[in-house]
């Protein structure tokens, strides 16, 4: 049975995990959006209660 030998399945394996682990986060962490968001303020906003009508 020749899906049981290890050795070809074995180096796939190993250079897949390469490609996962090295070049993969590297094309990822490059990615830059088109618009970036600017910064809000900190601070918190106040909400005011509602009154209900029909109180």
């Known amino acids: 049975m020749p899906q049981l030998n290890p050795s070809p399945w074995f180096m796939i394996l190993v250079f897949s995990w ?7 986060p590297t094309k990822v962490m490059s990615h830059t959006f088109n ?5 809000r303020t ?3 906003t106040t909400t005011n209660p509602w ?3 029909w109180h």
Do not use: C, G, M
């Open 42 to 44: 900190t601070e918190a």
């Open 51 to 53: 009154n209900w009508p």
């Open 18 to 24: 390469l490609v996962f682990i090295f070049i993969a």
């Open 35 to 39: 618009n970036e968001p600017n910064p």
